[in-house]
């Protein structure tokens, strides 16, 4: 089973901020918080990933709190390609570390 | 850089068929990764390959299915006997080993349907 848990769905109006949360409460101390994303007949698409701090890169921003047992994935500027299913995922910090997804959360930015 | 390479990306079969999926990864990329994805539900891990050899294949239903990969760059994926509940989108993946990028790199699936 997942270890995270996930809004099944939620709407964001183009140009404006989508916040994506995660609950993973039962998050070990050795485990990365990985964010992917899929679009529509295509496979997952890697986001960003983080440990304890937050994180920013060209696409996401990750904000995890301070006990990491949530996070929040953040769009700054939504636009309809940003329409996806988007998963929160843990990941061990060892090489052979797998990912477990859920169902994700369905995004769907509107005009 | 070429992405993950996939065939056929569509595949109809009726059940007690066999059938086979090709992976091809992102060149120099060590671990190779298989999934299924059933509608509505996210991936889930079939077997996970590190150059030839499997790391991970407990969620493999291995009375019929199957995977190898002998030279530790593409893999072959098989279904037989299929059955209805096989039916499902499967993915590959590959990734880095060393130098701690371990994002995972997916193709664009093959959708099995089985009859």
């Known amino acids: 089973d997942a270890k995270t848990t996930q809004p099944t769905s939620m709407d964001c109006a183009e140009g404006r901020a989508a916040n994506l949360p995660c609950n993973h409460s039962?998050?070990?101390?050795?485990?990365?918080v990985y964010w992917y994303r899929q679009i529509h007949s295509q496979g997952p698409q890697y986001i960003i990933h983080g440990l304890k701090n937050n994180e920013t890169n060209e696409m996401a921003s990750l904000i995890i709190t301070e006990d990491r047992k949530s996070s929040t994935l953040i769009l700054p500027h939504a636009t309809l390609r940003d329409t996806a299913v988007y998963y929160c995922?843990?990941?061990?910090?060892?090489?052979?570390?797998?990912?477990?997804f859920g169902a994700g959360t369905q995004v769907v930015v509107t005009p | 850089e070429a992405g993950v390479a996939q065939s056929p990306r569509y595949k109809i079969i009726e059940k007690r068929q066999s059938v086979a999926f090709w992976c091809n990864p992102i060149?120099?990329?060590?671990?190779l990764y298989w999934y299924q994805q059933i509608l509505g539900q996210g991936p889930k891990l079939l077997i996970q390959f590190q150059n030839n050899g499997v790391v991970d294949d407990s969620q493999l239903p291995k009375d019929r299915f199957s995977a190898e990969r002998l030279k530790g760059v593409d893999s072959t994926l098989k279904i037989q006997p299929a059955k209805l509940e096989d039916s499902a989108v499967y993915l590959c993946?590959?990734?880095?080993?060393?130098?701690?990028?371990?994002?995972?790199?997916f193709g664009p699936g093959t959708r099995l349907t089985v009859t």
């Open positions: 060149s120099g990329h060590a671990t």
């Open positions: 039962t998050i070990s101390g050795n485990e990365y």
């Open positions: 995922t843990l990941r061990p910090t060892d090489s052979w570390g797998k990912l477990q």
């Open positions: 993946a590959s990734r880095q080993t060393r130098g701690g990028r371990y994002e995972q790199y």
